[in-house]
């Protein structure tokens, strides 16, 4: 059995793969604190209310927060006796190496987000992901990563606006029913909501015209389906992208053992 973590900056996933499907899927917030012990603990127990009697076998982890990775190596010697495959670090390949700036590091996730996109889609990709940050990364005809966008997560935007500017409140994201708003928190969600949008619509428009070819556009993270009620964003929405990543990496590292 395969333990898939995905840590992000604000949250962790963890899924178990069976070969076929994921089995469960649980989601806890990122501390680089917690131990290994603690890990296991929340796990199992989460493991135990699903009646998941199984053996992890192998674990495969993507992490933005290199503080959390000591931990969960940890947990799957101590726990799962077997040493993790870890996204971006050398033993670990990827079925197509990223062209980009020499010594240029990309962040595990949007490797494993293109991965898990060739994987379904084929190539000429645009893979918007809604996290911390809002990315967008572009892959190649061959499944090949070659760039991207990085700019401020939505939720990231609305609380950097509420700690500068004191008389405006924290806000939800949401579709507001209208554009104009008539009160500070429609207002705001409006700004929000419709921003993103025009950003995610304006960066796929010149990404395509500076590609100069039809590309496909996948949205995912969190916040994807929400913004896919707003316009045409998305040709498809995949919400288990990264989780999908990361058993096709290490299917393919098995097969080139």
């Known amino acids: 059995?395969?333990?898939?973590?995905?840590?992000?900056?604000?949250?962790?996933?963890?899924?178990?793969?069976?070969g076929a499907r994921f089995l469960g899927?649980?989601?806890?917030?990122?501390?680089?604190?917690?131990?290994?012990?603690?890990?296991?603990?929340?796990?199992?127990?989460?493991?135990?209310?699903?009646?998941?009697?199984?053996?992890?076998?192998?674990?495969i982890i993507s992490s933005t927060v290199p503080r959390v990775v000591f931990n969960l190596r940890?947990?799957?010697?101590?726990?799962?006796?077997?040493?993790p495959l870890v996204v971006g670090k050398p033993e670990c390949r990827l079925p197509v190496a990223p062209r980009v700036d020499a010594g240029t590091a990309v962040g595990p996730d949007r490797l494993v987000n293109t991965v898990g996109a060739f994987d379904r889609h084929g190539g000429d990709?645009?893979?918007i992901d809604f996290g911390t940050a809002t990315t967008a990364?572009?892959?190649?005809?061959?499944?090949?990563?070659?760039?991207?966008?990085?700019?401020?997560?939505?939720?990231?935007?609305?609380?950097?606006?509420?700690m500068a500017a004191a008389a405006l409140p924290h806000v939800d994201v949401t579709r507001p029913d209208r554009v104009i708003g008539t009160n500070t928190v429609a207002c705001m969600q409006s700004g929000a909501f419709w921003g993103y949008i025009g950003l995610v619509k304006e960066i796929t428009q010149r990404i395509k015209s500076e590609r100069d070819r039809p590309m496909t556009v996948i949205g995912t993270g969190g916040l994807a389906s929400l913004f896919a009620q707003g316009d045409t964003l998305f040709d498809q929405v995949e919400?288990?992208?990264?989780?999908?990543?990361?058993?096709?990496?290490?299917a393919y590292n098995k097969e080139t053992e």
Not at 1 to 18: E, H, I, Q, R
Not at 38 to 58: E, F, G
Not at 76 to 83: G, N, Q, S, T
Request: net charge negative; proline share 1%; with cysteine.
């Open 239 to 250: 919400d288990d992208l990264t989780m999908h990543g990361l058993t096709v990496i290490h």
């Open 125 to 127: 990709l645009i893979v």
């Open 137 to 162: 990364d572009v892959v190649d005809a061959d499944g090949a990563y070659v760039g991207g966008v990085i700019a401020p997560g939505v939720n990231v935007s609305l609380e950097a606006f509420h």
């Open 1 to 18: 059995m395969l333990l898939t973590v995905d840590c992000g900056n604000t949250n962790t996933v963890f899924a178990l793969w069976d």
């Open 74 to 83: 940890v947990l799957a010697d101590r726990y799962f006796a077997c040493r």
């Open 25 to 59: 899927t649980w989601r806890t917030k990122t501390d680089w604190q917690r131990t290994a012990d603690q890990y296991y603990v929340w796990l199992s127990t989460l493991m135990a209310m699903r009646k998941l009697d199984v053996t992890v076998t192998d674990m």
